[in-house]
C-alpha cells in the first residue's frame, strides 16, 4: 500500500468498513477499478446490491502561513455507488433493498473517521444517478476534512 496516495488509502479503508459493517452487501464492494472496468464493458454488477467507493474529489478550505509552515484544512469526498437490480434469484426484488442498504451504507460512514485523519466523515448529497431496464444506480458522496501541514522553509 505504499505506493497508494492518501485519497486511495481512505477509499480502501471506506471499501473494508462497509464489508464489515454491512451484511446486505455480502462483501459485494469494490473499488475504483472495478467500476472503470464494468464502465468501459457497459456493464453492472451482475449480483446485486453491490457496491463501488471511489475518491471523489477535494475542496479546498481557508489557508494561511506561519511560522515556516502552511496549512490548509480541506474536504475529501468519498462516493460511493450502489447498483440494484430489479430481479434477483429466485424472483425476489432486490430493488426493496433500496432503502435498507442506502440507510445501513450512511449508518456505516457517518460519525466515523479512518486512522490518519483529522475529521470524521458526514453525509454530503445522495441521489439517483441512473434507472434502466430494471436496474438502479444510486450515488452517495461523503466527506471528511482533514488538513495540510507544508513546511515551507
Known amino acids: 500500500?505504499?505506493?497508494q496516495s492518501p485519497d486511495q488509502l481512505v477509499a480502501e479503508a471506506v471499501i473494508e468498513r462497509l464489508k464489515e459493517r454491512v451484511s446486505l452487501l455480502e462483501n459485494r464492494v469494490e473499488g475504483a477499478a472495478h467500476l472503470a472496468q464494468?464502465?468501459?464493458s457497459n456493464?453492472?454488477?451482475q449480483i446485486t446490491p453491490a457496491a463501488n467507493v471511489i475518491s471523489s474529489g477535494l475542496a479546498g478550505r481557508e489557508a494561511g502561513a506561519s511560522a515556516g509552515f502552511f496549512t490548509q484544512g480541506f474536504d475529501e469526498t468519498i462516493t460511493v455507488y450502489l447498483t440494484f437490480r430489479n430481479v434477483q434469484g429466485k424472483?425476489?426484488?432486490t430493488i426493496d433493498l433500496y432503502l435498507p442498504v442506502r440507510q445501513a451504507v450512511i449508518e456505516a460512514i457517518c460519525g466515523w473517521s479512518p486512522a490518519?485523519?483529522?475529521g470524521v466523515f458526514r453525509l454530503v448529497a445522495a441521489r439517483t444517478e441512473n434507472m434502466q431496464t430494471g436496474t438502479l444506480l444510486y450515488r452517495i458522496d461523503f466527506a471528511i476534512g482533514d488538513q495540510l501541514r507544508i513546511n515551507v522553509t
Open 91 to 93: 424472483g425476489a426484488r
Open 43 to 45: 456493464n453492472l454488477p
Open 116 to 118: 490518519d485523519t483529522v
Open 38 to 40: 464494468l464502465m468501459a
Open 1 to 3: 500500500m505504499a505506493d
